[in-house]
């Protein structure tokens, strides 16, 4: 991260060559937490901005792509959600976007760093307006433990809302970590997990979908999306699933609800499937 003036946010992507910036008007927030930094500023044409030590987490402007990507795919794949687990998710964008599925009885987030919540409140209260739901149970902890101590077949969806592959979250990128999230979940169990920039970062989605199947899931699919604030202006996600096709999904609305979504729809979500060529190269390419 450089700030020139103070007018500009910087992320840099020095592997790549390659930057995003933003202008800001000023800086809201700055505090180092036991796990890292936090920043928050009010920018130019984004609304406000948080960083996580030098990196963009979110903008005002585009965080609902990332959020509603990050759990509908996951909720609307399971044929009945009722128990989630959201590990990480401190801005709780994730969280709201889940509890407008109304079959969900109870969503436990598990984030290792309070502050990321606390922030969050303060400066993005529409991404926490479901942190009072009574369904809603915050625990800040270690989330690799939580796996570890939870009972078999415990949830229904786990959704792995992290932040890059370094520093806290580089746990929640092993083999190890996905084999008790197998565990964890129920026989139609459905996992999902931000995973990174097609464009710079495929030996990481290659990494995660084969540990994925190390560990004991049966299908396994990445989603494509765009992301303009996050490197490369493309991201993805890949969801996993023990038994269901994942490929079979139900429509967001039903007789019942309607939920509402600004990106998310069924053709999106068969769409997000359909992956460029070399994307299936390398993910059907042995090392």
């Not at 989605?205 to 899931?217: D, L």
């Not at 396994?220 to 604030?229: H, N, Y």
Request: aromatic content about 10%; hydrophobic content about 35%; charged content about 25%.
């Amino acid at each position: 991260m450089s700030e020139n003036n103070k007018r500009w946010f910087t992320e840099e992507e020095p592997d790549y060559g390659s930057s995003f910036s933003l202008s800001i008007k000023e800086k809201l927030h700055d505090e180092q937490s036991p796990y890292q930094r936090i920043e928050v500023y009010e920018t130019g044409h984004f609304g406000r901005l948080m960083a996580i030590d030098g990196l963009i987490m979110l903008t005002d402007l585009d965080n609902f792509i990332y959020h509603e990507m990050m759990t509908h795919p996951a909720l609307l794949t399971h044929p009945a959600p009722e128990k989630i687990l959201i590990v990480g998710g401190g801005d709780c964008g994730s969280l709201r976007e889940v509890l407008k599925h109304s079959e969900v009885k109870t969503a436990h987030q598990v984030e290792i760093d309070e502050r990321v919540t606390r922030v969050a409140e303060q400066f993005f209260p529409s991404l926490c307006e479901s942190n009072n739901d009574p369904r809603a149970e915050f625990y800040f902890t270690d989330a690799l433990q939580w796996l570890k101590e939870s009972e078999d077949g415990a949830y229904d969806i786990i959704i792995i809302d992290s932040t890059d592959p370094i520093g806290p979250a580089l746990g929640l990128f092993s083999e190890s970590f996905y084999r008790d999230c197998n565990r964890c979940l129920s026989a139609n169990g459905v996992l999902i997990a931000q995973s990174e920039s097609p464009l710079f970062h495929m030996p990481i989605i290659k990494s995660m979908q084969e540990a994925m199947h190390t560990a004991g899931f049966t299908e396994i699919a990445t989603l494509q999306f765009p992301q303009c604030s996050y490197p490369s202006g493309w991201w993805s996600v890949t969801m996993a699933c023990k038994e269901k096709n994942i490929h079979s999904f139900r429509k967001l609305a039903s007789d019942s609800t309607v939920i509402e979504t600004k990106y998310y729809n069924e053709k999106v979500h068969a769409a997000a499937l359909a992956l460029p060529n070399f994307m299936l190269t390398s993910l059907t390419t042995k090392n």
